[in-house]
């Protein structure tokens, strides 16, 4: 690996209102390492603590409303204990100097009811993700047929994104990002795979991006400008999730998301699931005007091409900085990576989270 000391990558800057000391993003990477309750705990405290050299760090995936699990163990920030366990998190990671964002999200369709007291999920449409299966208690099963959202239920989701945010604020992040990736709710909404609704929540663009119109305005309220970021996924099929014209998709996402005051756009470039790539990332810095994070396979010296390049204002990291608790550095100083233990990454307590070696211990444990 080349020394990259004096790339774009590790240059200061800012994404909307959040200043970052580097360009080098973690992605929000979901570790089901919390307590019973979604709580998270001192465990991830630590986790986080240990990554805080990242410019920004984005927290993973967590729940905003209560019976809405789609991994087990994953967090929550629907009430006020899981909100003071956040508050310790966030104090670690600042008392190394970081910053973080709380990912907010919904899973609709991709909650399963073994996890939920067998409540029924909710979707844009009755259509149950296939040819996957959900991972329960009970072990895999298939996915549901959900309920399509009524109005009401659309309003009590505004509000769940609108408290949540509230909480989040309250605990100390520095901003939070909107999950409307990978085909959890707000993506399930915006995508014509899976949206089939014939009522102002569906068919043409505008309608299908009402729903993340109403949560912006709800979320933007309680943070002001510049401290609300979005994730989006226009090409990644995971969830069983696909879009007839994913370039018109984005760009019109992108003219949207110009009217908001917002941190940035948050773009997955790829499909996890290994399809036929399309050029999202391009149309998206054409047309959308404020700060772009890209994120999905990339290696330092692309990274540090395209932030070079004006393609993204930062890139995201995430299975790199799962393993290398230290990854700025060791890309800084170009030396080598630790491997991921795929065998931990859903497991429970330290071994695969946090006990990963950095370069101060490696170099201790040869002395």
């Not at 004096?6 to 959040?18: C, D, K, Q, T, V």
């Not at 290994?274 to 149309?283: F, K, M």
């Amino acid at each position: 690996m080349s020394n990259l000391q004096h790339s774009p990558l590790f240059e200061a800057g800012s994404l909307g209102e959040i200043a970052i000391k580097n360009r080098i993003i973690m992605a929000p990477l979901t570790r089901t390492r919390c307590d019973a309750g979604h709580m998270p705990n001192a465990l991830m405290a630590e986790y986080y603590a240990q990554r805080a050299s990242a410019g920004l760090i984005i927290a993973e995936a967590t729940m905003v409303t209560p019976q809405t699990s789609a991994f087990i163990h994953e967090p929550g920030i629907y009430n006020h204990a899981q909100q003071l366990a956040w508050q310790d998190v966030t104090e670690a990671v600042h008392a190394q100097n970081g910053k973080i964002v709380l990912q907010l999200w919904h899973g609709g369709r991709a909650c399963h009811p073994a996890l939920n007291q067998g409540l029924t999920p909710v979707s844009a449409s009755a259509k149950a993700i296939e040819n996957a299966l959900a991972i329960t208690p009970e072990g895999k099963q298939p996915f549901s047929k959900p309920r399509a959202m009524q109005q009401e239920d659309i309003d009590a989701v505004v509000e769940d994104f609108r408290a949540a945010s509230q909480r989040a604020k309250a605990a100390g992040f520095d901003g939070i990002e909107l999950h409307a990736a990978n085909g959890y709710l707000i993506d399930q909404f915006l995508r014509d795979s899976c949206n089939q609704r014939d009522d102002a929540f569906g068919g043409s663009l505008a309608n299908r991006c009402r729903l993340l119109r109403l949560i912006l305005d709800a979320v933007i309220d309680i943070w002001g400008p510049g401290r609300v970021g979005i994730r989006l996924s226009p090409i990644n099929q995971y969830n069983d999730m696909r879009d007839s014209d994913a370039e018109a998709l984005i760009i019109y996402l992108a003219d949207m998301l110009n009217q908001y005051p917002l941190a940035y756009v948050h773009i997955m470039r790829g499909d996890s699931m290994g399809a036929a790539l399309i050029d999202v990332l391009s149309p998206a810095r054409q047309h959308y005007h404020g700060a772009i994070i890209s994120n999905m396979a990339y290696q330092a010296a692309e990274a540090a091409q395209h932030i070079q390049s004006k393609k993204a204002d930062a890139i995201a990291f995430g299975t790199l900085f799962i393993a290398n608790p230290d990854l700025v550095k060791r890309l800084q100083y170009g030396e080598s990576l630790n491997d991921v233990d795929y065998s931990k990454l859903y497991s429970k307590g330290a071994a695969g989270y946090t006990d990963y070696p950095t370069l101060t211990t490696q170099q201790a444990a040869k002395t």
